[in-house]
């Protein structure tokens, strides 16, 4: 805990940020552990570069794609003139109310790129504008209605995904947790 305490107190620091809610203490603390799974994940990035390249969405994702393989996705990270934390970060977020992409080290000394989970929302508040345009109920109402059907649908997994990215980023927020690809 106290690598993990440090490696917080070093970041918040050096970000000269004062009143962060950022806990780490897990006895205490609601964790959230739903996540989409690499399908749903690799949908919603498919999706987002074929809106934002002006090109058709696939009907349908294959399973267990290498989504930076695709031709719409590599588009898209070739002509993207911003930073995306869904496409440049590392499955990082930390619970900051400032929106932030850095590099830095993980607890572990890894080396890796951390967003924050307040530009985490922003971008998908951005996302929602451009595509859906739909209230925060109704992208919540996502993770039941929309996911896993027999064709592998792109933009029902890529809402499927949103909705839980979008619930993981405010519960981040509120309770002070990082959220964490893990796995």
Not at 13 to 39: F, I, R
Not at 84 to 99: A, Q
Request: net charge negative.
């Amino acid at each position: 805990m106290d690598i993990t305490t440090n490696w917080k107190d070093n970041i918040i620091y050096g970000l000269k940020m004062d009143d962060v809610l950022w806990h780490e203490d897990y006895q205490t603390t609601p964790y959230y552990t739903n996540k989409p799974d690499w399908d749903a994940l690799n949908a919603l990035l498919l999706y987002i570069s074929a809106k934002y390249t002006n090109q058709e969405v696939p009907k349908t994702i294959e399973r267990n794609i290498n989504i930076y393989e695709h031709p719409i996705v590599k588009e898209f990270i070739e002509t993207k003139d911003f930073q995306v934390s869904l496409f440049d970060g590392s499955g990082w977020w930390i619970p900051i109310k400032r929106n932030i992409m850095f590099n830095y080290v993980l607890p572990n000394d890894e080396k890796c790129t951390l967003a924050t989970s307040s530009l985490l929302l922003a971008e998908l508040e951005r996302y929602n504008r451009f595509e859906w345009n739909e209230d925060e109920e109704t992208i919540i109402s996502w993770q039941k209605s929309e996911g896993y059907g027999d064709d592998y649908n792109t933009e029902s997994l890529a809402k499927f995904a949103f909705s839980i990215l979008w619930q993981a980023a405010k519960f981040s927020l509120e309770n002070g947790t990082v959220i964490i690809f893990d796995y």
